[in-house]
């Protein structure tokens, strides 16, 4: 009677634990494999969650650079040696868009400026603001009659007269006011500009004023070629 007893216990216990490792389905998993469930899916939502923080990164890096370029800076390339012997062709310039927009420019600064006409934009140096009188004879710049040291091409100046030359070299339209440009008084929203290489240089002399709205900003750094990275001086009265 007791091995009965003892047989009917031993069979209830081994249903017991068959109940508990087999599945819902009755079936029984093989070790391990719980652990496993849903990892596919998890790598799977990973990798798309990394692909769309990519996406904003780019997104919000293109926004960035547009802002920064049409509202704050920009860059610019020289192209020709009207602004040697201080800017030559091939240097990279960053150009600040934003300066203007809180004050005017003033004499000897460096600006960049579009000339719809031809379209593109040229470099050049702030010579009149408005309501300035300018004349330009040979290599004497004067502003409402008085005589104007430029620094800027002091050396070039003197070499040109050490030579017996003229820096700014007798030619048609080379002085100002002339046949191209009659006008000598800067008007009101416009500035008078001029290349830093007088003989060779297409400025307000030939184009006439530049105005307000067609200035892009001011120079401010070289930044290529690297041996020449620098702020760029602006020799302001």
Known sequence: MDLQKNNGVSENDDSNEMKHTAGEDGQNPLPGRAVTYGTGSVKKGGAYKEIVEWIKALVIAVVLVFIIRQFLFSPFIVDGPSMEPNFETGERLIVNKILYSIREPKFGEVVVFDVPDQHRKFIKRVIGVPGDVIRLEGDDLYINDKKVEEPY?????????????????????????????????????????????????????????????????????IFWPLNKLEFIKHWTK
């Open 153 to 221: 091409i002091k050396e070039a100046i003197e070499e040109a007269h050490a030579n017996g030359g003229l820096y700014n070299e007798p030619g048609i339209n080379t002085d100002f006011p002339n046949s191209q440009v009659t006008e000598a008084t800067v008007p009101e929203n416009t500035i008078f500009a001029l290349g830093d290489n007088r003989s060779n240089s297409t400025d307000s002399r030939f184009i006439g004023f530049v105005r307000d709205e067609e200035i892009v900003g001011r120079a401010d750094i």
